[in-house]
């Protein structure tokens, strides 16, 4: 229960941040499924500050609907720091947002190779004009890994909210 009291807590500071700026949030998720997007819209009066969750999972989906450009997943793959910072991009001109958050991911238990195995997963953050990536090798199952990047992404876009000026 203390990982749902912890994420808990990050989000309220997340809707302070927000709300205080008068700003929104999005999200672009493909390993979580829209978990990130859950997460956040279990507060209530989430609303006044998120607005929009794209889940694209399959890579013609991250083209379509946040304009990854075709070209950077086939030459980094959708696991990757570009394709994310592309997804964060997308997900804030296609809505409302001023700020967002993006992960793509091997949760597993297959689709892993030597490269990428199961457990990374890169997570972006950011807005229109900086956004920030990390690569993160996460241990455990499926659900484990899912459970892992929703709680970083949320902890990684907080703390950049607060480094804002």
């Not at 229960?1 to 500071?13: F, G, H, N, P, T």
């Amino acid at each position: 229960m203390a990982a749902l009291d912890s994420r808990y807590d990050i989000i309220e500071q997340l809707a302070n941040r927000l709300c205080d700026g008068q700003t929104m949030m999005a999200t672009a998720e493909s390993c979580t499924g829209g978990g990130i997007a859950q997460a956040l819209t279990s507060v209530a009066g989430s609303s006044a500050w998120f607005d929009a969750g794209f889940v694209t999972y399959s890579n013609q989906a991250k083209s379509r609907m946040l304009g990854v450009a075709a070209e950077a997943i086939a030459e980094h793959g959708a696991v990757s720091k570009v394709v994310v910072g592309q997804m964060v991009s997308g997900a804030i001109s296609n809505s409302e947002a001023s700020y967002a958050v993006a992960v793509s991911g091997v949760a597993g238990p297959g689709g892993g190779s030597p490269d990428k195995p199961v457990g990374t997963v890169w997570i972006a953050w950011g807005s229109a004009s900086d956004i920030e990536a990390e690569c993160f090798l996460f241990d455990g199952d499926r659900d484990a890994v899912r459970e892992q990047t929703i709680d970083t992404a949320l902890q990684r876009l907080l703390t950049f909210l607060d480094e804002q000026p």
